[in-house]
């Protein structure tokens, strides 16, 4: 005893138009696209695509915002430290320069005691 119930062919046959027409009813008593309650639960759809098209904008803007006040603060950064470095730059290069003019002026204050004491000595032998 394989099934209980005798299913002949005219009764499979019987169901699957059943479950045919149900299938078919299903579909026509389903809303329409241009039913009331179906324009709305689009209109809500596209409702909530807009908002969340509105808030990955609002994201994107502040991480470029973000983005860009990073670049701001490491080009001020760069700035700051370019300044830094020629002004450590032109202070050696007034030290060097003033080192250069003492030796100049000791070289000329040496040159002139030197004469100085030719100058004497040449005195003194006359």
Same mark, same amino acid.
């Given at each position: 005893? *394989? ?36 324009? @709305?639960?689009? $209109? =809500?759809? +596209? ?18 915002? +973000? *983005? ?11 700035? =700051?430290? +370019? /300044?830094?470095?020629? !002004? +450590? ?15 100049? /002026?000791? @070289?000329?204050?040496?040159? $002139? ?5 030719? !100058? /004497? *000595?040449? =005195?003194?032998?006359?």
């Amino acid at each position: 005893m *394989r099934h209980p119930s005798d299913n002949g062919f005219a009764d499979r046959r019987t169901a699957a138009a059943d479950a045919k027409r149900k299938l078919l009813e299903k579909f026509a008593s389903a809303p329409k696209p241009t039913d009331p309650e179906m324009q @709305e639960k689009l $209109a =809500a759809r +596209e409702a909530v695509a807009q908002a969340r098209e509105a808030r990955r904008a609002e994201r994107e803007a502040q991480k470029q915002a +973000e *983005r860009e006040g990073i670049l701001a603060e490491a080009a001020a950064m760069a700035a =700051a430290a +370019e /300044a830094e470095q020629r !002004a +450590e730059a032109d202070a050696r290069q007034a030290e060097i320069a003033d080192r250069v003019s003492r030796v100049i /002026a000791d @070289e000329a204050a040496r040159k $002139a005691e030197r004469d100085r004491r030719y !100058a /004497a *000595r040449k =005195a003194r032998q006359r």
